[in-house]
């Protein structure tokens, strides 16, 4: 699951995002500039790469995270919205995924944050982002 596929159904601004990472193997796209979304200063993304549930097809997509210990975490926000990502569907049928962190690139297996880990990582998430303050608090997925 390697391959990198950018799903036509993502906002323009987000496919130019992705393509940029994927283009130059993580040396612009990797820090983020937020104000386009209305928040400040350069975020660090990855980008997470799963097997779609329904199709079959590897789909990936640029996420902001936060390191937990010697792994990664993500938050499936969604932008507040009361379904979960289709991402964050995915990874629950089959945790096996495909990580890109800068030029950095791995295979991993996602797991649902619970608990006080949870709530210490949610904390963590809303420091980098504070615009996930505004949404309900989301499923956190880990990588290792």
């Not at 928040?39 to 590897?58: D, H, P, V, Y």
């Amino acid at each position: 699951m390697t391959e990198q596929r950018i799903a036509d159904n993502l906002p323009d601004w987000v496919k130019d995002h992705l393509a940029r990472y994927i283009a130059t193997d993580g040396a612009d796209g990797h820090l983020w500039d937020a104000s386009s979304v209305g928040a400040e200063g350069m975020i660090a993304t990855l980008l997470l790469t799963t097997e779609g549930r329904k199709s079959g097809q590897s789909l990936t997509i640029p996420l902001i995270y936060g390191r937990a210990g010697k792994g990664y975490c993500v938050i499936a926000s969604k932008g507040g919205a009361p379904q979960h990502p289709a991402w964050f569907l995915n990874l629950r049928d089959n945790p096996r995924v495909h990580v890109q962190v800068a030029a950095d690139k791995f295979e991993a297996v996602a797991r649902e944050a619970e608990g006080e880990e949870r709530e210490q990582l949610w904390r963590q998430m809303v420091d980098i982002f504070a615009p996930i303050r505004s949404t309900r608090r989301p499923p956190g997925a880990g990588f290792r």
